[in-house]
Nanobody, 121 residues
Framework: QVQLVESGGGLVQAGGSLRLSCAAS????????MGWYRQAPGKQRELVAT???????KYADSVKGRFTVSRDNAKNTVYLQMNNLKPEDTAVYYC???????????????WGQGTQVTVST
């Protein structure tokens, strides 16, 4: 079984920083795109950032210039460095990864359980 384990969430004051980590484990043949999503209470889930297997990145306009997504392929891990945090960044953050667990079948997306990020005023 493939599992994504997230860490790094917590409570931080506005203007502070946090780094989220998400490590994939299990039967992994290949990991393609990885990404981070977030969902605030009463709001739709939104894409925060993505990173391809070749390390090409994309960001939501709301976080561009403040957040940085990166990955360590040797560790099957994706990171989200969050700087200059704002109260509107408060949400549950989820990581996702497009993972092939077999050489015989097409990859599919897996999701972490989510980690709470709270930014106080």
């Amino acid at each position: 079984q493939v599992q994504l384990v997230e860490s790094g969430g917590g409570l931080v004051q506005a203007g502070g920083s946090l780094r989220l980590s998400c490590a994939a484990s299990g039967s992994i043949v290949n990991i393609n795109d990885m990404g981070w999503y977030r969902q605030a209470p009463g709001k739709q889930r939104e894409l925060v950032a993505t990173i391809s297997s070749g390390a090409s990145t994309k960001y939501a306009d709301s976080v561009k210039g403040r957040f940085t997504v990166s990955r360590d392929n040797a560790k099957n891990t994706v990171y989200l460095q969050m700087n200059n945090l704002k109260p509107e960044d408060t949400a549950v953050y989820y990581c996702s990864a497009d993972i092939a667990s077999s050489i015989w079948y097409k990859s599919r997306f897996y999701w972490g359980q989510g980690t709470q990020v709270t930014v106080s005023t």
